[in-house]
């Protein structure tokens, strides 16, 4: 069974930053692909930054050189460094993992999820 927990989340000021973690069982760290996605109140989840084990990589264009996705191999831990946020950063963030490559968890979904952390940016 997949465990993913994230924390992290909080409320900031616009300009501000918060790094997400995501810490998972060691079964679902070894998914081929891990990422987070976000969901805001009335709108769609969204792909915000995934990566897998070949090194690749995947931004939101939303989130391109304000957000960093990594990983703690050691800590089995998943994180995501977001600076210069903005009120429209905020959303529940949720950390995912699958088996597949990065472009069919972003199109179709991860057959892993975390309970989500939420993130709230003011003005």
């Known amino acids: 069974k997949g465990q993913l927990m994230e924390s992290g989340g909080g409320s900031v000021q616009a300009g501000g930053s918060l790094r997400l973690s995501c810490a998972a069982s060691?079964?679902?760290?070894?998914?081929?692909?891990m990422g987070w996605f976000r969901q805001a109140p009335g709108k769609e989840r969204e792909g915000v930054a995934a990566?897998?084990?070949?090194?690749?990589?995947r931004y939101a264009d939303s989130v391109m050189g304000r957000f960093t996705i990594s990983k703690d191999d050691a800590k089995n831990t998943l994180y995501l460094q977001m600076n210069s946020l903005k009120p429209e950063d905020t959303a529940m963030y949720y950390c995912?993992?699958?088996?597949?490559?990065?472009?069919?968890?972003?199109?179709?979904?991860?057959?892993?999820w975390g309970q989500g952390t939420q993130v709230n940016v003011s003005s």
């Open positions: 060691e079964s679902t760290y070894g998914s081929y692909s």
């Open positions: 990566l897998d084990n070949d090194g690749n990589m």
């Open positions: 995912a993992a699958d088996w597949g490559s990065i472009a069919i968890m972003w199109s179709v979904g991860a057959k892993f």
